[in-house]
């Protein structure tokens, strides 16, 4: 069965909305959790790490205001894609390393969420 | 920079067949690969991971790693067509950040 779950699977809003999508390690504790975002056609691109109890580190390019990462507990991390506009649709996908284990571990996948701003 | 490639293919080979994938990486001191596949819009789901070079078999599947040549191998034995999908390699340049670093992709198609 699954052990991320990503919340909501899908999101369609208009321009300027904000969003917020959730990130659960199920059965087990997630320090560290991982955010990417994949374009049609395209392979997935980190875009954050969220890390629990201190703020995230965010890829070279990747707008830190625009996207909110909160790790608010040790099984959830939450992305917050702020004022979203038509650019910003694409699917977002979080991960955790395999059970908590070391960050050299197989990473687990959510179901991920696609996101279309109108 | 650090790069994964990958043929996006298609690969197509006949349901029975074996199918090879390949992946090449650029940072030669990189620790942990992985092989992920991935269903047209679906999220990807591991299938395997290699830390050592040589071969590492899990059922039909088999990774196989060279670090000194900077290539990483995914051989699918008996294709099926539900085997049919994106296959991702990832490379883990640092385990100390569990960055992953993704190829485009191989879009792999098993014909009946």
């Known amino acids: 069965g699954a052990v991320v779950s990503q919340h909501p699977s899908r999101v369609i809003c208009k321009s300027g909305t904000s969003v917020k999508i959730e990130c659960r390690s199920l059965?087990?504790?997630?320090?560290?959790m991982f955010w990417y975002r994949q374009f049609p056609k395209k392979s997935l691109m980190l875009m954050a790490t969220?890390?629990?109890?201190?703020?995230?580190?965010?890829e070279q390019g990747v707008e830190k205001d625009k996207f909110l990462i909160n790790h608010a507990s040790l099984t959830l991390s939450t992305l917050t894609v702020t004022s979203a506009h038509p650019e910003d649709s694409s699917f977002y996908i979080c991960?955790?390393?395999?059970?908590?284990?070391?960050?050299?571990?197989?990473?687990?996948f959510g179901d991920g969420t696609r996101l279309s701003i109108l | 920079q650090k790069e994964v490639e990958q043929n996006s293919g298609p690969l197509s080979v006949p349901e029975g067949a074996i199918a090879s994938l390949n992946c090449t990486y650029s940072?030669?001191?990189?620790?942990?690969f992985f092989w992920y596949r991935q269903y047209s819009g679906k999220s990807p789901e591991l299938i395997m991971s290699?830390?050592?070079?040589g071969d590492k078999e899990d059922g039909r599947f088999t990774a196989q790693l060279n670090k000194a040549s900077q290539y990483v191998s995914l051989l699918i034995r008996d294709s099926q067509p539900s085997d049919s999908a994106t296959y991702l390699c990832?490379?883990?340049?640092?385990?100390?950040?569990?960055?992953?670093?993704f190829g485009q992709g191989t879009t792999l198609q098993v014909k009946p």
């Open positions: 969220s890390n629990e109890g201190s703020k995230a580190t965010y």
């Open positions: 990832a490379v883990m340049f640092s385990s100390n950040t569990g960055k992953l670093i």
């Open positions: 940072d030669r001191v990189s620790q942990s």
């Open positions: 991960s955790a390393p395999h059970r908590g284990g070391g960050l050299d571990q197989p990473q687990h």
């Open positions: 059965d087990f504790q997630a320090t560290t």
């Open positions: 290699i830390y050592s070079n």
